[in-house]
């Protein structure tokens, strides 16, 4: 996990440092911290990292204005604003900002709300490497569901695409991140994230298809998709 901080305040600086130093030891996740020291730098790098700490106020800049030009970047870093003043709330959302941390930044708040961060982040960056399957790292969030056809298991990809493999259902419960997957039926395992609505009998995914749901599986995929929801729908 790699962090960059923008902000001129050497004790503010420090601070949110101890803070991500407890956060990311009790998490068990390794991470490293460099301290941005100009925007020409940080519009450079900023793909290089996972996370941004964006100050609003820089010495003669503005961090909406930066945050306005990382817009029209592509880049994968969630940015995060700090500011002493709430007044800039809303021009956090404006820049598309993932979260507003309101100094001095309280652990708890601190804590609280980076554990969402850290888990949305894995979930959107998390997947598997097959050689047999792709050349390239295969994304847990681009998978909609993997079903059993014709004797073999076929990956359905959010952008449409099927493919097939030899693998069985039960090996693509252990290939898959089962915090976010659901066997719901003898034939199907579900990505979570899109489905869009359930009955006693079938679920409906965002892209309009329908799976069936095992009534034997119900109670289970239920209790987890409640528990799940309120990250997902954040």
Known sequence: MKIIIYDDCIEDVNHLKRL????FNKMSVDYSVEICKSTEYLFTHIDEFDFLFLDIEI?????????KRLLKIR???RVIITS?????????????ADQYFLKPIQEVVFNTEMEDELYLFQIKYSGFYDENLSKTKIL????????????????HFKN?????????????????DLTIFEKVHKAYIVN??????????????M???NIPLSRNMKKHFEEKYIALLPRIVS
């Open 20 to 23: 991500l130093a407890d956060f």
């Open 59 to 67: 010495n003669d800049e503005n961090g909406i204005e930066i945050g």
């Open 75 to 77: 880049h994968n870093c």
């Open 84 to 96: 002493r003043y709430k007044k800039y709330l809303i021009d956090g959302y404006r820049i598309r």
């Open 140 to 155: 847990y969030t681009d998978i909609l569901y993997v079903d059993v056809y014709d004797r073999k298991t076929r990956i």
């Open 160 to 176: 449409g695409k099927i493919l097939a493999t030899r693998y069985t259902l039960k090996e693509w419960e252990e290939k898959l």
């Open 192 to 205: 979570l994230f899109y489905i869009s609505a359930y009955s006693n009998q079938d679920i409906s995914l």
């Open 207 to 209: 892209n309009g298809e």
